[in-house]
C-alpha cells in the first residue's frame, strides 16, 4: 500500500509543529521548510484543523500549533483521518470472483495489522533529533556536518 502526499504532507505539519512546540509556526513557513506548495499545504492544515490534530491562533502574530501534545498523537490517527478509501485496496465490485474470493479478507487483514503498527507510534516518535531535524527544516547543516551544494 502507497500512502498519499496529502497524508505524507500532514505527518510533515505535524512533525514541524511538534519539533517547534515553543511558538507558533506559519503555513509560509511550513511550505518553505519542505518544499511544499502553499495552496497545498493549506488544504492539509485545514484537514488537519479539522481533524483536532492541530489549531490556528488568528491575527497578526498567529499561526499554527498542535491541538495536543506530540506524545499524544497516534500516527495510525492521522493516516485514519487523512487516507480515503483507505480499505479499499483492491476495487472489484464486477469481478466474476467477488462472491467467493478470498483476496478482499485478506487485504483488510493487510490493511488493519498496517494501522495497528501506526497505532504503536506517535508524532513524538518521529522527532528522532531534535536538533538536527530542527536544523535541517532551516535549511542549516547539522551541527558538525556541512551540507555540499
Do not use: W
Not at 485514519?80 to 483476496?103: I, K, N
Not at 498496517?114 to 522527532?127: A, G, I, K, N, W
Request: one cysteine or more.
Amino acid at each position: 500500500m502507497r500512502l498519499t502526499l496529502y497524508t505524507d504532507f500532514s505527518l510533515r505539519v505535524l512533525i514541524h509543529l511538534a519539533l517547534h512546540e515553543d511558538r507558533l509556526c506559519s503555513i509560509g513557513e511550513i511550505a518553505n521548510a519542505y518544499s511544499i506548495s502553499h495552496n497545498h499545504l493549506m488544504k492539509v492544515v485545514n484537514g488537519l484543523v479539522s481533524g483536532g490534530f492541530i489549531e490556528t491562533v488568528r491575527g497578526r502574530s498567529g499561526g499554527l500549533r498542535l491541538a495536543r501534545a506530540a506524545k499524544m498523537i497516534s500516527v495510525g490517527a492521522v493516516v485514519r483521518h487523512t487516507e480515503e478509501g483507505l480499505h479499499q485496496l483492491a476495487d472489484c465490485p464486477e469481478c466474476a470472483l467477488s462472491p467467493a474470493c478470498g483476496l478482499t479478507g485478506v487485504l483488510a487483514q493487510g490493511v488493519e495489522a498496517m494501522l495497528r503498527v501506526f497505532d504503536s507510534y506517535t508524532v513524538e516518535d518521529l522527532l528522532t533529533d531534535k536538533i538536527v531535524m530542527r536544523r535541517l527544516t532551516e535549511r542549516k547543516p547539522p551541527l558538525g556536518f556541512d551540507l555540499v551544494e
